[in-house]
């Protein structure tokens, strides 16, 4: 528990396809950090709850239509009315595990064909998270997942070219799990991950995305 010991709490972030698992991880992980005692709370991006969040809600549902840049925007916006309030909670010792970050906004456009950089560019000064957890799951078998299909970005083709996206962000603050094992597995694995993080991230200064 960093909040014990005076430290900060740690930025953890799950990526990962559409019906990866990543909803259902970040619950058991939260309950599972809770349990421990630590001060966390789960976070998701798109936060649908701000006016924001609405239109993008909206255009993903299929009721609005929105140019690619405008909607891009849009993402990034939505983190950036979060930032200080993720600040004051991470600083005041709180472990925030969010489902979906930048590399999320950076992928799926990237995927209909906007230059990386030009996505990457409003996600910088965004706070740099302290790990990245990508839940790998092939896109055909996501595919395969209850709910598929409901929101304009769940098809395969799609995902497919979201995951080489994905595949060229990696860098070291980045775990890879196999999303494809047992559920009771993948979340074992995550609560190790998670724990090894807070322990480490304690003293660690909060920085910015490096891009
Ligand atoms: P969700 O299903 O996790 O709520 O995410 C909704 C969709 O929005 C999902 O297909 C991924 C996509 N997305 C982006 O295109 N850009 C972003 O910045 C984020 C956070 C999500
Ligand atoms: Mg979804």
Redesign the pocket.
């Known amino acids: 528990n960093g909040g014990g010991k005076g430290g900060r709490g740690a930025l953890i972030v799950l990526e990962g396809?559409?019906r990866s698992g990543?909803?259902s991880q970040s619950a058991r992980l939260l309950s599972f950090l809770e349990g421990k005692g630590c001060a966390t709370e789960g976070w998701?991006?798109?936060d649908?709850d701000t006016s924001v969040g609405k239109m993008?809600?909206a255009y993903?549902a299929n009721e609005s239509q929105l140019d690619d840049r405008t909607?891009?925007l849009l993402?990034?916006a939505?983190?950036w009315e979060k930032r200080s309030l993720m600040e004051s909670k991470l600083l005041g010792g709180t472990t925030l595990v969010v489902?979906?970050?930048?590399?999320?906004?950076?992928?799926?456009?990237a995927a209909k064909g906007l230059d990386i950089g030009w996505c990457k560019a409003p996600e910088v000064g965004l706070l740099a998270p302290d790990l990245v957890i990508y839940l790998d799951v092939q896109p055909e078998k996501a595919a395969e997942r209850g709910g598929y299909g409901g929101?304009?970005?769940?098809r395969v083709e799609f995902q497919k070219r979201?995951a080489e996206h994905y595949h060229s962000l990696r860098d070291s603050t980045w775990k890879v799990v196999d999303g494809s094992l047992p559920m009771e597995t993948v979340e074992e694995q995550l609560r190790e991950l998670a724990m090894n993080c807070i322990s480490e991230c304690q003293d660690k200064q909060l920085t910015n995305l490096p891009w």
């Open positions: 396809l559409d990543k909803s998701r991006f798109p649908r993008i809600s993903l909607i891009h993402f990034s939505n983190r489902d979906r970050y930048s590399y999320s906004g950076v992928a799926f456009s929101e304009r970005y769940e979201v």
